[in-house]
């Protein structure tokens, strides 16, 4: 009898201690939540202070933000994607950035966010897989005030023949401009033509990735190279043309060369927005800094783009660069339900009233998805500008060939030997041998 007891009793204490195990469990199991690695810090504030909440509100579902500092996306991604809560959404700049992440990247075939995407082939896939989808088409040149512009085109004392800045067609007209524009810096009331061009530690993204584009961009084309393919090497054959241009950024800036390495976009962007300078190069994403700057001096109609000219034979057919490193991604390593609520989350912010609002004004994005009207574009001054001049008869956009590039340590490299060049550790040589060779001992370690 004893023993029939001591088993009752073993068997109810037992079952209590499976309640109050799952009770706890219950208790210590993690919220809802979509861990989302962001790549750009400029709209990192709209992500967490806006959109976080507003998906919370309206799916429970918790957004978890996190931003990697500026120009370390790939050692900041793998990193995190190591841990026990890894990023579930995640962002790769292209073919050469998905090679790096196929490993733990999910198949997206059958998630509503790839059946919003108007054109299936701007996707990045493997065989049949779906593994990257573009979330924005940016595009980038030279940024300029026209109040500025139209002052210094009034100047009765002006050394160039042309009326407008519509007029620049080329580098010899852009260089003609600026330089005039240098001599006359007090009468235009700007403390350079260029803003600063910012060369502290992870702000160098605007040259050694954008600026170069350009170059490689007439390079791979004399080749015949498809976007997109792997390059063994580069002969840098435009790079008289790429020191034509950073030549012209350093001797009409507004700081003075040996002050550059403590410059960061940011102030770039604030020197444009106070009116300071007469032009920036930045993309459309630069919108919202200049916008956002307190005491912001330059109004909607006056900020505009011309492309990058660089003395290139032709160029005077060819606009902004155009195109996207702006792909997402889902962690295929995540749960079954945090890759759902993944999907849940990218197909709101792209299909949702509320989502659309946010990337319409807060994001600014000129996006792919066949969710958004006309009247849900971006209204911005840049984003219109960038699609006036998609748009433009005769003139066919730069595409984005630096998503060619064998790595990131290639970026690395060039933009500390653009650095030295700037503050006369190198000379040009230097910097063309730096980007042939790293170029051909980082695809060899890369492929």
């Known amino acids: 009898m004893k023993k029939s007891l001591l088993i009752a009793l073993l068997i109810v204490s037992v079952a209590m201690s499976s309640v109050l195990f799952a009770a706890g469990a219950q208790e210590a199991a993690p919220a809802k939540e979509v861990y989302f690695l962001n790549f750009k810090p400029e709209i990192a504030d709209v992500y967490e202070t806006k959109i976080a909440p507003a998906f919370e509100k309206e799916t429970g579902i918790k957004l978890k933000v996190v931003t990697a ?58 065989g049949e897989k779906v593994l990257a989808i573009p979330y924005a088409v940016e595009g980038y040149g030279i940024i300029y005030n026209d109040a500025i512009m139209r002052k210094y085109f009034a100047l009765p004392n002006k050394a160039v023949s042309i009326k407008s800045a519509d007029e620049i067609t080329n580098f010899a007209t ?38 170069v584009n350009v170059p490689l961009y007439f390079e791979v084309r004399d080749a015949n190279i498809a976007m997109g393919s792997k390059v063994p090497e580069i002969k840098f054959s435009y790079s008289a043309n790429m ?142 500008d960038v699609i006036r001049w998609m748009n433009k008869p005769g003139v066919t956009s730069i595409p984005w060939a630096f998503s060619m590039i064998p790595s990131e340590e290639w970026k690395n490299q060039f933009g500390a030997a653009l650095a030295d060049y700037s503050v006369g550790r190198k000379n040009w040589a230097e910097v063309e041998k730096v980007a042939v060779d790293a170029w051909k001992t980082e695809f060899k370690l890369t492929n």
């Open 69 to 126: 500092a500026s120009g370390t996306y790939a050692q900041t991604l793998k990193s995190e994607i190591a841990k026990s809560n890894p990023p579930v959404i995640f962002q790769t700049n292209g073919p050469v950035g998905l090679a790096e992440s196929k490993n733990y990247t999910a198949d997206l075939k059958n998630t509503e966010f790839y059946k919003i995407l108007s054109d299936k082939t701007m996707a990045l896939g493997d």
């Open 174 to 211: 852009l260089k003609a401009v600026v330089e005039d524009m240098t001599k006359n810096k007090g009468a235009l009331g700007i403390q350079g033509v260029f803003a600063s061009t910012s060369l502290a530690a992870g702000n160098q993204w605007r040259w050694q990735t954008h600026l």
């Open 243 to 384: 020191k034509n241009i950073w030549d012209l950024y350093l001797n009409n800036s507004s700081t003075a060369v040996g002050l550059l390495g403590a410059k960061s976009v940011d102030d770039s962007m604030a020197e444009f927005a106070l009116g300071q300078v007469a032009m920036v190069q930045n993309g459309n994403w630069g919108a919202g800094q200049i916008l956002g700057v307190k005491g912001n001096k330059v109004s909607d109609a006056d900020i505009k783009f011309m492309p990058i000219y660089t003395g290139a034979a032709g160029e005077e057919k060819y606009g902004l660069n155009v195109g996207t490193e702006n792909y997402l991604c889902i962690n295929s390593n995540a749960s079954v339900e945090q890759q759902k609520m993944a999907d849940q989350f990218l197909t709101w912010l792209f299909a949702s009233e509320t989502g659309k609002q946010f990337v319409k004004n807060d994001l600014m994005f000129i996006t792919p998805f066949n969710t958004f009207k006309d009247s849900e574009l971006p209204t911005d001054p840049l984003a219109k």
